[in-house]
């Protein structure tokens, strides 16, 4: 690795689909718990497929050398142990970013990382096509900042880069509202989908619909409490205008359910019920998803 490489760590379809468009304009390097095919298909949103070579490696075995940028593309409950194997094989300090989704790594990696740390909140969609691809199933924009608003240049050169690798990104100086603007979007959406099997557009029928509902107004009155302006046009809107917008995607939540992997159910939901107990709130929508999909998480005896 040169002082100019991307490692992603994290060879999911988030970090698969950013390696596969990064290649074109960086070094890059691509990481896991065990190796996969070197030669790699993106499935574009129009339906054409372009085959690329990436560098791999298993975290544990990465070469010690330190890249431009550690991206963590894994799920949030495996990114702070992903953190920890990566920097166990680097000799320097690149700059983080944080990709996951919630909003509870991102407060406890800024404390712990020495250098800057970004973080990104994306609606680029993908999924995964077996050990050999990625298909990237809607475009999206990405927005790259930090939580205190330390690091603008770097933000503004990875924002660029994306771009110009064909990943729509803007630089902001809001990422934590906006981190928590997508937070109450993945909560009205993917407890409810996942606990029910459904696409995203189903949440617009009966019964499912008044249960979204009850969800936002939870999620308004906690997000008012934390002081988090809403969008302009409402919760209500901003969660039923990504609805539509991705009406036939399965929610993350649902992949990892129909996969037998576990959820981002503490990420998404735990930061939400914790501020709800800080401000005396009561959540009982919120509050029975969560029980559900822990109870749904245990193993069966």
């Known amino acids: ?38 030669e790699q298909i993106l499935t574009t949103p129009e339906g054409t497929q372009r085959t690329r070579r990436l560098v791999m490696h298993e975290v544990d075995r990465l070469p010690p050398t330190t890249p431009a940028f550690l991206h963590l593309t894994t799920k949030a409950y495996a990114a702070e142990a992903a953190y920890t194997a990566a920097m166990a094989r680097l000799t320097g300090t690149p700059a983080l970013v944080l990709w996951q989704n919630g909003y509870q790594v991102q407060p406890e990696l800024d404390r712990r990382h020495q250098g800057p740390v970004l973080c990104a909140s994306t609606t680029e969609g993908a999924w995964l096509s077996g050990d050999h691809g990625v298909s990237h199933a809607g475009r999206g924009i990405t927005c790259i900042g930090d939580l205190a608003n330390r690091h603008a240049p770097t933000c503004r050169v990875l924002a660029a880069l994306l771009g ?31 606990r029910f099997r459904i696409r995203n557009g189903q949440l617009r029928d009966r019964p499912f619909r008044p249960m979204v509902e009850r969800i936002i107004d939870e999620v308004a009155t906690i ?14 809107a901003l969660v039923w205008q990504v609805v539509g917008g991705t009406a036939n995607n399965r929610a993350s939540m649902l992949q990892d359910v129909l996969a037998g992997r576990p959820t981002e159910r503490e990420a998404i939901l735990g930061p939400l019920l914790s501020a709800a107990h800080r401000h005396d709130i009561v959540t009982p929508n919120l509050s029975e998803l969560d029980d559900f999909l822990a109870r749904s998480a245990q193993p069966q005896r």
Request: net charge negative.
């Open 1 to 38: 690795m040169d002082d100019q490489t991307h490692l992603i760590v994290g060879p999911g379809a988030l970090g698969r689909l950013l390696a596969l468009h990064l290649t074109d304009v960086a070094p890059v390097v691509l990481a896991g718990r065990r190796m996969l095919p070197t």
């Open 223 to 236: 997000m008012a409490a934390e002081g988090i302006a809403p969008p302009a046009a409402g919760w209500h």
């Open 164 to 194: 110009q690798a064909g990943l729509a990104a803007e630089a902001v100086t809001d990422i934590d509202v906006r981190l928590w603007h997508k937070l109450a979007v993945n909560a009205a959406i993917n407890p409810l989908a996942a």
